[in-house]
């Protein structure tokens, strides 16, 4: 599976007899799939379908639907109230009755308010359900349409990742190789260290300074750290191999880059390698807020 950006825009237009719509689907990061829908009046039936299509092919990010309609033809019709239309005429034929004025015609009678009714048109069934079929045919297009561009960024944003895990691996190589960590720099440095212990404390016995002799060496030993960031980038490596919904996993992994590396400057003696440490978390932190754009 390809990597997939949590961020993208999409837009489906569509169309079924005098009805027009527009289908626009917005994506940004998110924790979680958070979907928000700002349908038209009378919509409201086809949301769980929508909301089923949708979590289908997204699975993180915030994403915001919105459909737009157009009527072509005529939406409200004129109804005759024939109640309303017989009362106005027996007033009329009264009126002409006793006045001698001549009848009322049939235009002033449909003036009078009540006589003609305007009411929504109501779709057939049997046509209403077609046009949300294809409704929702238009929605699963959009929403490609949507999986396509992240897929898109997601490839360029793989491209970034994977270059910054090979500069992790170089800093990694860098410390590994640096002459403080051969056998004679590590003898050298505890055998200074431990001459200050003796001139500082010279009540210390030889037990004690076995002691301070060990936790030194142990402290000067960066090799366990460095193992575990070798794992690291390879874990990184597969997960972006692998694809699909890893945005959370890389996030932990950059915990521990982070915590491997804090550790390594806090053990080292040696300015090189701290400056080591040190350019590896920046491009840890810049591999951390590309990963937080991946679903």
């Keep these: 599976m390809a990597l997939q950006s949590m961020t993208g825009f999409a837009r489906s237009q569509g169309s079924f007899g005098e009805t027009g719509w ?9 924790k979680a799939l958070d979907m928000r ?39 409200v019709l004129p109804v005759l109230n024939e109640e309303a239309l017989a009362a106005a005429a027996e007033i009329a034929r009264r009126v002409a009755e006793q006045t001698g004025l001549l009848p009322a015609s049939t235009d002033a009678l449909l003036a009078v308010r009540g006589v003609v009714e305007y009411r929504e048109a109501v779709p057939d069934p049997a046509e209403a359900e077609a046009r949300s079929e294809t409704l929702l045919q238009s929605f699963a297009a959009a929403v490609a349409a949507l999986e396509k561009a992240r897929l898109q960024e997601g490839a360029a944003i793989a491209g970034v990742l994977n270059g910054q895990i090979d500069e992790i691996e170089r800093f990694i190589h860098a410390v590994a190789r640096d002459p403080s960590r051969s ?13 200050r212990l003796m001139e500082a404390g010279t009540g210390l016995d030889e037990q004690r300074l076995h002691q301070e002799a060990a936790l030194l060496a142990t402290r000067a030993d960066l090799q366990e750290e460095i193992d575990r960031l070798t794992a690291h980038i390879d874990s990184a490596r597969a997960l972006l191999a692998e694809g699909g919904a890893v945005g959370r996993k890389l ?17 080292s003696n040696a300015v090189a390698v701290t400056g080591f440490g040190l350019e590896m978390k920046v491009v ?7 990963v937080q754009n991946i679903q």
């Design 22 to 30: 527009i289908w626009e689907l917005r994506s940004v990061n998110g």
């Design 284 to 290: 840890i932190d810049r591999f951390r807020e590309q």
């Design 183 to 195: 056998a004679q720099g590590i003898r050298e440095r505890l055998a200074a260290q431990l001459a």
């Design 37 to 75: 829908f700002r349908l038209p009046a009378g919509m409201e039936a086809i949301e769980t379908q929508l909301r089923e299509l949708l979590s289908a092919r997204i699975q993180r990010g915030n994403v915001q639907v919105s459909l737009q309609l157009e009527e072509s033809g005529a939406s």
């Design 251 to 267: 996030d932990f992994l950059c915990q521990e880059f982070n915590r491997e590396c804090n550790t390594i400057c806090s053990k």
